[in-house]
């Protein structure tokens, strides 16, 4: 085990890449979620079937095949991205397909006798969405949110396949130049641990956090 720890260095490199990717992944995660998940629920037919028809296809196909399309085949077609770039649109497009999902579903948990009082103070399409059905469905959302940051996470792992430095690569290298295979591997399974739970710690802060202020509203209001 002392061999491997001779590559501390590459190893906290890797958990640092691993940690970018996976906050980066994320971000666009979230903003396609929104996007397509509100899109879902238009009342307009051709975004309706836009968003419909990207959710079916990420969602239908694999995110490694997706991410060798953006680092080997985007090129050929005039469309060059970074290795880490390619992993980021590739995660974040991947997971946002399901995290829209997660926003639709959601949003339509909202009582309907939410929607009639705000249509009876004349609120528009965007006041209704923005005052009253998304600040309700956010603390309904969060759980899955968390799930679905922690599988990003984990699929991170896969940027190995075209060369991102990530945690899962430089395990690759330690175990090549040391010919060590159990050490190195369980190594990086404590650190992806540790990594997620971290994760879930902030998720459940979250789902506090949301909580407490919906409890807050909820008696101001009675």
């Known amino acids: 085990m002392n061999e491997v720890f001779i590559f501390w260095p590459i190893i906290i490199d ?4 691993t940690i970018k990717l996976t906050l980066a992944s994320g971000v666009v995660a979230l903003i396609i979620s929104f996007t ?23 969602r239908g196909t ?10 080997f085949v985007l090129p050929l077609l005039g469309v060059f991205l970074p290795a880490l770039m390619a992993g980021i649109v590739a995660c974040g497009f991947n997971l946002g397909a399901y995290g829209s999902e997660v926003v639709r579903a959601s949003v339509q948990s909202v009582g309907r006798e939410q929607r009639e009082a ?10 209704l969405y923005r005052y009253v059905l998304i600040p309700q469905a956010i603390p309904v959302m969060i759980p899955s949110f968390g799930n679905l940051v922690i599988e990003l996470l984990k699929l991170t792992a896969v940027a190995s396949l075209i ?7 430089m395990s690759q290298i330690i175990r090549v130049q040391t010919a060590l295979t159990l050490e190195p591997l369980i190594l990086i399974m404590v650190i992806y641990f540790i ?3 971290i994760l879930v ?11 407490a202020g919906r409890n807050i509203h909820k008696s101001g209001g009675n």
Do not use: C, P
Request: hydrophobic content about 50%.
């Open 163 to 169: 060369t991102i430095s990530d945690l899962t690569f």
């Open 195 to 197: 990594l997620s739970s």
């Open 14 to 17: 890797g958990t640092l890449t």
């Open 118 to 127: 705000a249509k009876a103070l004349n609120y528009t399409n965007f006041q």
């Open 36 to 58: 397509v998940g509100l899109a879902r629920l238009s009342r307009h037919w051709v975004v309706r079937a836009i968003a419909t028809i990207y959710l079916e296809f990420f």
């Open 201 to 211: 710690s902030g998720t459940k802060w979250l789902e506090r956090y949301f909580s």
């Open 62 to 71: 694999s995110a490694i095949v997706q991410m060798f399309f953006m680092y």
